[in-house]
């Protein structure tokens, strides 16, 4: 965390630290060069091939912060609209800062991706 430069991007990254700790119950990792990852599960791809994977985490980037969730967020259509200002991927939401957006509802996402993959996994 020392070594992000922006104050800003530090600080909700350690708001983020704390706030994946409190729902996961995990110790972070470090995954790959930047990512912050919480959990791991065993990911299976439609050709069979197994691999292990985190369950959920963020990447205090550059230019804005990634939130990695294990789910395709695209079908929460009215938490998304009462997030704030974010773009998103299938299972990642890209955030410009934390004050823009609603941290409940960011918890209620990454809360239903912890529920999506312990049904999964079951």
């Known amino acids: 965390m020392d070594s992000i430069?922006?104050?800003?991007?530090?600080?909700?990254?350690?708001?983020?630290l704390k706030l994946f700790k409190e729902i996961t119950g995990k110790t972070p990792k470090i995954w790959g060069n930047s990512i912050i990852a919480y959990?791991?599960?065993?990911?299976?791809?439609?050709?069979?091939?197994?691999?292990?994977?985190?369950?959920?985490?963020f990447s205090p980037g550059k230019s804005?912060?990634?939130?990695?969730?294990?789910?395709?967020?695209?079908?929460?259509?009215?938490?998304?609209?009462?997030?704030?200002?974010h773009k998103k991927?299938?299972?990642?939401?890209?955030?410009?800062?934390?004050?823009?957006i609603n941290l409940d509802v960011l918890k209620k996402l990454i809360k239903k991706s912890?529920?999506?993959l312990r049904e999964k996994q079951s």
């Open 39 to 57: 959990g791991k599960y065993k990911y299976k791809r439609k050709n069979g091939d197994e691999f292990g994977w985190f369950n959920a985490g």
């Open 114 to 116: 912890r529920k999506w």
């Open 89 to 100: 991927g299938k299972g990642c939401l890209y955030i410009n800062k934390l004050s823009d």
């Open 5 to 16: 430069e922006s104050d800003r991007r530090r600080s909700d990254s350690k708001t983020l």
């Open 64 to 85: 804005r912060l990634s939130v990695y969730v294990m789910y395709d967020i695209n079908t929460e259509t009215q938490l998304l609209k009462s997030l704030g200002p």
